[in-house]
């Protein structure tokens, strides 16, 4: 089982020098299964999908702030040797990319954000309810309810439901708090590297008005809006999300 500084990773393409590496940073209570086969195996593109501490098969405990998340992920590309990398975060993990372009400017070569925005306020119900260890499934249940579009596939909504409940309620309320407190809305426009924005069009979660706004803020940020998608974009169309991630990265200079 590949580990590097503590964390779990699968990587894909790893001889591929000539193509810019991608960092995939799944969103809260997740871990690196959180991402099609699609991404994590992206055609012709050197990738390594994460867990992030205390998630799926890596050690640890989970953080409570953004920018903790995002010094582990540092460490990570020091313990790789990865001077530099793309970075493609989903939900709580494109704040933890957008933290990260911020923190550390000549690690972050490109920034890809899927479902994201620059500040992740949290429903105070929702966080109530994730701070009872009692009520882990039904947290799990309405954030996933809350995830997914009115067409989806109902087995997505029953695997990713399986899926989140392998975390540790800890876990998943440590995300929610960070998550609540992340708010780069004055500081988005000092991000200066290549952006790609995806947000499904019935994203309920971080709707695409929040991708708007960093689109606005970002010079010559892409946006892209999955028609008919939830917050989970790229597990509802991943051909789609897949296609504009290569198209993107053929654009990066390396």
């Given at each position: 089982m590949p580990t590097a500084a503590g964390l779990y990773y699968f990587a894909h393409g790893e001889d591929l020098y000539e193509r810019p590496p991608v960092l995939l940073l799944h969103g809260a209570g997740g871990s690196h299964l959180g991402w099609p086969p699609q991404l994590?195996?992206?055609?012709g593109?050197?990738?390594f999908t994460l867990d992030f501490p205390g998630h799926g098969k890596s050690e640890g405990v989970g953080r409570q702030d953004i920018d903790e998340y995002g010094k582990?992920?540092?460490e990570f590309m020091k313990a790789i040797r990865l001077s530099s990398a793309v970075i493609v975060g989903f939900?709580?993990?494109?704040?933890?990319?957008l933290s990260l372009t911020l923190q550390y400017k000549k690690r972050v070569i490109g920034l890809g954000l899927i479902g994201s925005g620059a500040k992740m306020r949290v429903a105070?119900?929702?966080l109530e309810m994730a701070a009872t260890p009692a009520s882990h499934q039904s947290t799990v249940q309405t954030v996933i309810e809350n995830s997914y579009s009115s067409t989806a596939d109902p087995r997505l909504k029953e695997l990713a439901i399986e899926h989140m409940m392998e975390t540790r309620p800890a876990v998943l309320y440590g995300d929610f708090l960070?998550?609540?407190a992340f708010d780069l809305m004055?500081?988005?426009n000092k991000v200066h590297v290549p952006t790609l924005l995806i947000c499904g069009s019935e994203d309920r979660m971080t709707p695409p008005n929040r991708s708007e706004y960093l689109q606005a803020k970002i010079e010559g940020a892409k946006l892209h809006i999955v028609n008919g998608a939830?917050?989970?974009?790229m597990i509802e169309q991943p051909d789609e999300v897949a296609s504009q991630l290569s198209e993107f990265l053929d654009r990066i200079p390396y």
């Open positions: 994590r195996r992206l055609s593109q050197r990738v582990a992920i540092y939900s709580m993990g494109g704040a933890i990319a105070p119900s929702l960070a998550c609540d004055e500081r988005v939830g917050h989970m974009a």
